[in-house]
């Protein structure tokens, strides 16, 4: 099966490259992989990479083919750096993701790297440009817009600019690492020592201030202007290397104004570039530097350590153990990897951590100061480490800053709704940080909780991952709930004080666990001193688009009150996604039709049956609309993914040229205005100066430029796509071919999605119920618990 990866997603597996955690070893790129026939390097004209159902983001539908180098869920493509139209994924210093698009491959589905459609979105280092670039560079995440949702193709937002500019006190890890480089190359210690040393004990450290918060960027920035001069120079390079000269505009881009000195001077740094992979990378060195250009050479094991910790982070990492990113390295050729690694910490390429090793479930910890105590080496990026080091700190300081108030408190919760919501309110009177979970019922709980802040005359708000979370959030009981994405912009919610915080005494995030660890961090840098901050979401759904696990791993750290709710989703199909939320599939009754099983036997026939039930079955046995219905699928490639699926529901509901872009009015579309931000649309008109679309009564013109990487057919999606969006139907397609990419947590959220009425149109025989029992998420490498656990005294 042709699978679609999405950045953050559990069961992506990358058609090629190393092991990354959880990931299948692939076969070994050398040198001489991916040149074509006489010598040239295997890049396809436009800067394709040729992968089969790669990452698809953005991509209009006479571009999406199975070649297309998208991901499932419009996630970041797989091996791209640059930014992506799409969910789930990011880019300028050290941006924090607004989001990601994506989607990203979700964890059970065969979904390709890419983060278009608001998933995931992946780290890039720059956007694509040129409209005949590869898909997967168009798709492919940029500056991480930490927004909410779903960042779009590489455009900074909110959060874009809340990366430490260059020069700014290094944290106390960062000066660690410089001093033990230092060391190394002074000879006082040999590199191998830091890979067998246990952790000395940390100093307690005080929550460190709030940082000023950073100036709100647009959401959609215009692409930088190239010098006709400098492209020029770079398509001189590309072309002596063989490459397409449709990549000069991406290779401008990511490189900057001395691009083509640098590509002349290391030919690897073509790696930065959006869906540009290894193989490819290799046979361009190869073109121009002849027999130099050697497996071994210290600039190519420089960009492939780049390279795959960008790659590990569209599967949600932000680090990774030291002995999965010497094997990836020994995979791609390089001679001797552990010497390649210490030169990337030299460079400054890569960063250190070592972090001890929790005792196993009734092993007794280390005895004695003597005894040693187990740890492991853990690599990232700079990016990475400095937004989850910021976030731990940030929550360290909301938990010590806020100022008790149980006497008022107590009042309302007293007046509480329900029990569950005056828990709540409780825990929120004690406690400056605190953690809720619970169903789509359990959402009127935070509602009450703003209600009751507000009664007392504090600044509450409540924010939603999606608009149309916002909007379940309002019929939930706050009329005045914004996104994640508003917030931080400042287009929605209570704006800035003149600190440039946040004006906001409490706080509650709903959808936590699509918070991706940027967006975490621009969000709680923004909070002002003595917040209350409440991170609620239901723990059982897909992870975020983007890097990172915050809300399971604040859970973990046991650094806060954790409220658990009470309240059970109603109806057949909420005991249904209730009951996989713990590993058990019933078949609930269901007098009305609200849960429907369509069995098939092959994809062909499920997309036939997914059709006639959308187009027909549905709005004539239970009266909801087509458009009212939202197919879900594991990935985008493959006869019954999201790009089959779209054709054959355009086809029946909405014929069509596709004259503007591959669109004609009325056609249903995945809008990412972010990476990791899918926003459900339609297609009203085709202007001058671009596509105009009703995005739940909203009126939206994007840019015909950015019209390919920021819109893509809507009818199908992938469940990482959906997350944080309801429908009052939804129809979730488990093809034969999808049957061991499917995990608990995508069924839980695929099948959640529906408001009434569940349609599944099932071919995987017994790999379902087999999914649910016992194939849990895929684990992601993170620091934010223990980094947590080592500021934060335990919660009661």
């Not at 400098?230 to 490189?255: I, K, Y």
């Not at 046979?283 to 420089?302: I, K, Y």
């Not at 480490?385 to 910021?390: F, H, L, Y």
């Not at 508003?486 to 440039?500: K, N, Q, W």
Request: hydrophobic letters at 40%; a negative charge.
């Amino acid at each position: 099966m042709n699978t679609d990866r999405h950045p953050g997603d559990p069961a992506a597996e990358p058609p090629e490259g190393p092991a990354l955690p959880g990931e299948k070893p692939a076969a070994e790129a050398s040198v001489k992989a991916g040149t074509a026939p006489g010598g040239e390097p295997a890049i396809a004209p436009g800067g394709s990479t040729g992968e089969p159902d790669a990452p698809e983001t953005g991509s209009s539908p006479a571009e999406a083919s199975p070649e297309a180098a998208t991901a499932p869920d419009g996630e970041p493509a797989v091996a791209s750096r640059g930014s992506t139209g799409e969910p789930d994924a990011q880019q300028a210093a050290r941006s924090v993701p607004s989001s990601p698009a994506a989607e990203g491959a979700d964890a059970a589905s065969a979904e390709a790297a890419t983060a278009p459609d608001g998933e995931p979105a992946t780290p890039s280092r720059g956007s694509a440009g040129p409209s005949d670039a590869p898909e997967a560079a168009r798709n492919a995440p940029g500056p991480r817009a930490a927004s909410g949702e779903e960042p779009a193709g590489g455009e900074p937002d909110a959060q874009s600019e809340a990366r430490p500019a260059a020069g700014a006190p290094k944290s106390a890890v960062a000066e660690a690492l410089a001093a033990a480089v230092r060391a190394v190359e002074s000879g006082e210690r040999a590199a191998a020592s830091f890979f067998t040393e246990a952790p000395r004990a940390a100093p307690a450290r005080k929550a460190a201030p709030r940082r000023a918060a950073p100036a709100p960027a647009p959401a959609a920035a215009a692409a930088p202007r190239i010098d006709a001069e400098g492209l020029t120079g770079v398509r001189q390079v590309l072309g002596a290397g063989g490459a397409p000269e449709s990549l000069a505009v991406p290779v401008a881009e990511a490189l900057g104004e001395q691009a083509a000195e640098a590509l002349q001077e290391d030919p690897w740094r073509l790696l930065a570039v959006p869906g540009v992979r290894p193989e490819q990378a290799d046979g361009f060195a190869r073109a121009l530097l002849g027999a130099e250009a050697g497996p071994g050479d210290e600039r190519r094991a420089q960009a492939l350590t780049g390279w795959l910790l960008e790659r590990a982070a569209l599967e949600g990492h932000t680090v990774l153990e030291a002995p999965a990113l010497t094997a990836a390295l020994t995979q791609h050729a390089v001679p001797d990897p552990d010497e390649a690694l210490q030169a990337a910490i030299a460079e400054g390429t890569v960063l250190v951590f070592q972090e001890a090793v929790e005792p196993a479930p009734g092993s007794a910890p280390p005895q004695g100061e003597d005894e040693e105590v187990p740890v492991r080496l853990l690599l990232g990026l700079d990016r990475y480490a400095m937004a989850e080091e910021s976030l731990a700190d940030g929550l360290a300081r909301l938990i010590s800053t806020f100022t008790a108030g149980e006497a008022e408190w107590e009042r309302a919760a007293a007046e509480a709704p329900t029990p569950s919501a005056a828990e709540l309110i409780r825990a929120a009177a004690a406690a400056g940080l605190v953690t809720h979970s619970g169903g789509e019922a359990a959402r009127a709980e935070p509602a009450a909780l703003v209600a009751a802040a507000r009664s007392l005359g504090l600044r509450a708000c409540a924010a939603a991952h999606t608009e149309d979370g916002r909007r379940r959030l309002a019929a939930a009981g706050d009329p005045e709930a914004v996104t994640v994405a508003g917030l931080l912009s400042g287009a929605e919610g209570p704006g800035r004080d003149e600190d440039g915080a946040l004006a906001l005494d409490v706080l509650a995030v709903l959808d936590a666990p699509q918070l991706d660890v940027e967006t975490a961090a621009v969000l709680v840098e923004s909070l002002p001193d003595g917040t209350r901050l409440v991170l609620s979401g239901d723990p059982a759904v897909l992870w975020s688009a983007g890097p990172g696990r915050v809300f399971a791993d604040v859970v973990a750290a046991r650094a806060c009150p954790a409220v658990v709710s009470r309240t059970p989703d109603e109806g057949p199909v909420g005991e249904l996604v209730s009951g996989i939320g713990v590993g058990e599939l019933t078949q609930p009754a269901a007098p009305d039709k609200e849960v429907v099983i369509v069995p098939v036997r092959d994809p062909g026939e499920a997309v036939h049956r997914t059709v006639q039930l959308v187009a027909d079955s549905i709005p004539r046995a239970l009266g909801v609309p087509a458009e009212q219905t939202q197919v879900i699928t594991p990935g985008h490639g493959g006869p019954a993914g999201t790009r089959a699926l779209n054709a054959a529901l355009k086809e029946r509901l909405n014929p069509g040229p596709g004259r503007f872009g591959g669109f004609d009015p009325g056609d249903r579309v995945a809008y990412v205005p972010a990476p990791g931000r899918m926003v459900p649309g339609t297609v009203t008109a085709a202007e001058p100066e671009g596509l105009r679309l009703d995005c739940g009564g909203s009126s939206v013109l994007v840019p015909r430029e950015r019209v390919a990487e920021m819109v893509r057919p809507g009818w199908a999606v992938t469940a990482h796509q959906a997350a944080g969006t309801r429908w009052p139907a939804a129809v979730v397609v488990l093809p034969g071919d999808a049957a061991r990419t499917l995990t608990r947590s995508w069924v839980y959220t695929a099948f959640g999605r529906a408001e009434q009425h569940l349609s599944v149109v099932h071919g995987v025989d017994q790999a379902l119920p087999r999914a649910v029992a016992e194939v849990p998420a895929k684990e992601r490498t993170t620091r934010l618990r223990a980094l947590l656990r080592a500021q934060v005294r335990p919660a009661e």
